[in-house]
């Protein structure tokens, strides 16, 4: 297994503990001088608290001792509850430097606890990736230089720490369409987790996806830039070149083109050559220049 985080992971017990009015002070208020509590207020007989509470506890694991969780029974903790104005449960509050700093009541999507644990971490100056986002980058840097079998498996690694880490099971995507594994790429995207599946993450690496499978039936360059020049007006062999330049990884050619195609007929097949400037731009980083240069352009085409 990939040694992913900096951290040794504490034991389980010393994460999530029962807590009871009398060890309340030392273990949240006292303790939260050190690292910030997680306290989720339940009851045996709430059913949501049934459902929020492994959650919970999953996301302050994942946190590898970025935060640790105090479980208090509301039915043996009525004083606590009472105190801290417990209206319904469960609900969750988050102690750092002996005062609450954020909380929620209700239940919340793995997503939703992950950022709620991420913004407790943040105010005490800590990190609740666990290494992961080094791990992510340095996955990403194994894809920039073509190790892209390298790249997948520290992905995957990453994904068995975090299954719900988008950054990460989007590279994994990337890394398999840069091996030229489209069919799997794909059936990788197909289970993404339903909290992720709408990511940014995601989203590109389905942009990138749809614009390896053109790829697949990109013709010959050449070919095809003969053809324009012989036809500037051949709209289908001015698309078919960009998709051709992109192929080739000349994704400001294939930009250029589109661009150009848009200029001329920004209708041709049902505004094909926009929507595939979309899918180029959704595919590359959002600050690459090809991306600012073509959004830019294409603006000042729509807005003139």
Same mark, same amino acid.
């Given at each position: ?135 992510? !980058? ?8 073509? @190790?892209?079998? #390298? &790249? %997948? ?5 990453? =994904? $068995? ?75 289908? !062999? ?8 992109? @192929?080739?990884? #000349? &994704? %400001? ?5 589109? =661009? $150009? ?44």
């Amino acid at each position: 297994m990939l040694e992913l985080g900096s951290k040794p992971e504490a034991p389980q017990g010393d994460l999530i503990k029962d807590v009871s009015e009398a060890d309340f002070m030392a273990e949240v208020v006292d303790r939260s001088q050190e690292v910030p509590v997680i306290v989720d207020f339940w009851a045996p007989w709430c059913g949501p608290c049934k459902q929020l509470g492994p959650a919970l506890e999953a996301a302050v694991t994942a946190a590898r001792g970025a935060v640790v969780m105090a479980k208090v029974n509301v039915d043996e903790a009525q004083m606590i509850a009472s105190q801290l104005r417990i209206q319904s449960i469960p609900t969750v509050y988050a102690f750092y430097k002996g005062q609450p700093v954020d909380g929620f009541q209700g239940a919340l999507s793995a997503s939703e606890l992950k950022a709620f644990i991420d913004r407790v971490v943040q105010v005490s100056g800590g990190d609740a990736s666990g290494g992961l986002d080094e791990a992510v !980058a340095a996955a990403e840097e194994m894809l920039e230089q073509g @190790a892209a079998t #390298d &790249a %997948a498996q520290t992905f995957a690694a990453i =994904l $068995e720490e975090d299954p719900v880490n988008a950054a990460a099971y989007g590279g994994f995507v990337r890394a398999h369409i840069a091996m030229d594994d489209l069919d799997q790429a794909e059936a990788i995207l197909n289970g993404a987790p339903v909290e992720i599946s709408k990511s940014a993450e995601l989203e590109a690496a389905h942009a990138q996806l749809a614009l390896a499978r053109q790829a697949e039936n990109a013709g010959p360059v050449a070919d095809l830039t003969a053809q324009v020049e012989a036809d500037p007006a051949d709209h289908q !062999a001015r698309f078919d070149l960009a998709q051709a330049l992109y @192929a080739k990884g #000349d &994704a %400001a050619g294939a930009v250029d083109q589109l =661009l $150009e195609l848009f200029r001329r007929d920004r209708e041709w097949n049902e505004g094909a050559a926009k929507t595939q400037l979309f899918t180029i731009f959704e595919a590359l980083k959002a600050n690459d220049p090809v991306v600012l240069n073509g959004r830019r352009k294409l603006s000042s085409m729509i807005f003139a």
